[in-house]
């Protein structure tokens, strides 16, 4: 039995437009969509206020027509119509700022009112393609218009919340306050990017929702959401664009090389952090070359290039040591020993250098401890684990292993589950050892749970 649209009903109802001068105005639209067939009247609107389904692209028309009526971009779900394709759209990197506005918004309002249809959007290994090549070319467009003025305050107010999100990242994990993040952005940030602003105030504010999008794309990749993570960071590759700071989009071009090269595209994240190397320049953030260089790195060890992972390592390290932490912006602050000797020890480890691999893990863990970071030190721990294996030493693994469920346990990360699942392919050699069933038993609660 169908049931009335109460969703379009609302709309038609706030918009003050009759069923007749609905039809209308959708016979209209569709002639800009080059759709002449679509030529509804008001007893076809009334049909669809009872339940009926408009096909393709009449769902879309709709949604055209009262965002222009609003003002502001009104989706397919919001009219009661199903998803229009949100997921597609925020791969998209629009030349046009005020269609980016309404990309992320509607990626946000999908994270939360439609997480697991969200959820299910698949990563895209070439979509990083067209973006990082037009961040590079770093064409700014059009302003928003409309909306109270945004003053410098407002956007203060917005950037003092980052430190409390990041800091919630990094010590619970990324599955620990995400969606908090998302409804935050929904309320308070993204409907500021649609007012009117001074140009110092529009980049500012561009700046800080750059930097909170790529926190909600890191948490979505931390928890495993690699869909909605890639979508997060290519919107916030856009914002950083507009808001003319050149570290933050190589910052997060660094996010985007460490997601593709986990997810089996290290050509890709290699590229990737390259991009970000040649658009950084002269810009001053050693932390921020440094973690290129890193994941950069990881990629080259992913392809089996051993000389050029090292070498990348090396470069790492010494870009790490023009770090004056005062002088980075906040978002490098996770930069740190603790994580890069991490992903050093990764690096290590998968080019076959088991001892280096040690010495990083050792160094990442140490620093990890006394910073109170389960994650990073899971992390480690696995990445120690790691190379004991190599060096086939069953029982030092075995306890490294143990300590990695201990932290894992801390946090809500999929990456440490992963960590985790990683160990227990890499001991499967070993068959039915004592140890490997143990371990294999005490990890059961942890991988069944993810």
């Given at each position: 039995?169908?049931?009335?649209?109460?969703?379009?009903?609302?709309?038609?109802?706030?918009?003050?437009?009759?069923?007749?001068?609905?039809?209308?105005?959708?016979?209209?639209?569709?002639?800009?969509?080059?759709?002449?067939?679509?030529?509804?009247?008001?007893?076809?609107?009334?049909?669809?206020?009872?339940?009926?389904?408009?096909?393709?692209?009449?769902?879309?028309?709709?949604?055209?027509?009262?965002?222009?009526?609003?003002?502001?971009?009104?989706?397919?779900?919001?009219?009661?119509?199903?998803?229009?394709?949100?997921?597609?759209?925020?791969?998209?990197?629009?030349?046009?700022?005020?269609?980016?506005?309404?990309?992320?918004?509607?990626?946000?309002?999908?994270?939360?009112?439609?997480?697991?249809?969200?959820?299910?959007?698949?990563?895209?290994?070439?979509?990083?393609?067209?973006?990082?090549?037009?961040?590079?070319?770093?064409?700014?467009?059009?302003?928003?218009?409309?909306?109270?003025?945004?003053?410098?305050?407002?956007?203060?107010?917005?950037?003092?919340?980052?430190?409390?999100?990041?800091?919630?990242?990094?010590?619970?994990?990324?599955?620990?306050g995400r969606l908090i993040l998302a409804g935050y952005m929904n309320q308070h940030v993204y409907p500021l990017l649609r007012r009117t602003h001074t140009e110092a105030v529009r980049r500012a504010l561009c700046e800080a929702a750059a930097e909170q999008t790529y926190l909600l794309g890191w948490m979505s990749y931390d928890n495993g959401e690699h869909g909605t993570a890639q979508r997060y960071l290519i919107q916030s590759l856009?914002?950083?664009?507009?808001?003319?700071?050149?570290?933050?989009?190589?910052?997060?071009?660094?996010?985007?090389?460490?997601?593709?090269?986990?997810?089996?595209?290290?050509?890709?994240?290699?590229?990737?952090?390259?991009?970000?190397?040649?658009?950084?320049?002269?810009?001053?953030?050693?932390?921020?070359?440094?973690?290129?260089?890193?994941?950069?790195?990881?990629?080259?060890?992913?392809?089996?290039?051993?000389?050029?992972?090292?070498?990348?390592?090396?470069?790492?390290?010494?870009?790490?040591?023009?770090?004056?932490?005062?002088?980075?912006?906040?978002?490098?602050?996770?930069?740190?020993?603790?994580?890069?000797?991490?992903?050093?020890?990764?690096?290590?480890?998968?080019?076959?250098?088991?001892?280096?691999?040690?010495?990083?893990?050792?160094?990442?863990?140490?620093?990890?401890?006394?910073?109170?970071?389960?994650?990073?030190?899971?992390?480690?721990?696995?990445?120690?684990?790691?190379?004991?294996?190599?060096?086939?030493?069953?029982?030092?693994?075995?306890?490294?292993?143990?300590?990695?469920?201990?932290?894992?346990?801390?946090?809500?990360?999929?990456?440490?589950?992963?960590?985790?699942?990683?160990?227990?392919?890499?001991?499967?050699?070993?068959?039915?050892?004592?140890?490997?069933?143990?371990?294999?038993?005490?990890?059961?609660?942890?991988?069944?749970?993810?």
């Amino acid at each position: 039995m169908k049931q009335a649209n109460t969703d379009l009903a609302r709309w038609l109802r706030q918009s003050g437009m009759s069923n007749t001068e609905l039809a209308r105005r959708v016979r209209a639209a569709a002639q800009t969509w080059g759709q002449p067939h679509v030529s509804p009247d008001a007893t076809t609107v009334r049909r669809w206020l009872a339940g009926d389904h408009p096909r393709p692209p009449v769902p879309e028309i709709l949604a055209d027509v009262f965002s222009a009526h609003a003002g502001y971009r009104v989706t397919t779900y919001d009219l009661g119509l199903g998803d229009g394709g949100t997921a597609e759209r925020a791969l998209a990197y629009n030349a046009s700022f005020p269609d980016t506005v309404e990309a992320v918004a509607d990626l946000g309002r999908a994270d939360v009112d439609r997480r697991k249809l969200l959820a299910a959007a698949p990563f895209a290994a070439v979509a990083a393609v067209g973006p990082s090549r037009d961040w590079l070319l770093n064409a700014l467009d059009q302003r928003p218009s409309s909306g109270p003025r945004v003053r410098l305050e407002d956007v203060t107010a917005v950037r003092n919340m980052f430190g409390e999100f990041q800091k919630m990242d990094v010590l619970q994990g990324g599955g620990s306050g995400r969606l908090i993040l998302a409804g935050y952005m929904n309320q308070h940030v993204y409907p500021l990017l649609r007012r009117t602003h001074t140009e110092a105030v529009r980049r500012a504010l561009c700046e800080a929702a750059a930097e909170q999008t790529y926190l909600l794309g890191w948490m979505s990749y931390d928890n495993g959401e690699h869909g909605t993570a890639q979508r997060y960071l290519i919107q916030s590759l856009r914002l950083a664009e507009e808001s003319g700071n050149t570290a933050l989009g190589a910052h997060v071009l660094a996010g985007m090389a460490d997601q593709a090269t986990l997810l089996g595209e290290p050509e890709e994240g290699r590229r990737l952090a390259q991009a970000g190397r040649s658009g950084l320049g002269r810009i001053a953030s050693p932390a921020c070359l440094a973690d290129l260089w890193a994941l950069e790195a990881r990629a080259h060890a992913r392809l089996g290039d051993k000389a050029a992972a090292a070498k990348a390592v090396a470069a790492s390290e010494a870009a790490y040591g023009r770090v004056r932490p005062a002088e980075e912006q906040e978002w490098a602050a996770f930069i740190d020993p603790a994580y890069l000797h991490g992903e050093h020890a990764n690096t290590f480890r998968d080019i076959g250098r088991p001892e280096l691999a040690e010495q990083h893990a050792q160094q990442s863990i140490t620093h990890a401890r006394r910073q109170r970071r389960a994650r990073r030190g899971a992390l480690s721990q696995a990445a120690l684990a790691a190379s004991h294996l190599q060096r086939h030493d069953l029982e030092a693994a075995h306890a490294a292993g143990l300590r990695t469920l201990s932290l894992s346990r801390r946090v809500k990360s999929s990456r440490c589950v992963e960590a985790v699942r990683d160990l227990l392919r890499r001991m499967s050699p070993y068959g039915k050892h004592r140890l490997v069933a143990d371990f294999g038993e005490r990890a059961r609660e942890l991988t069944s749970a993810a």
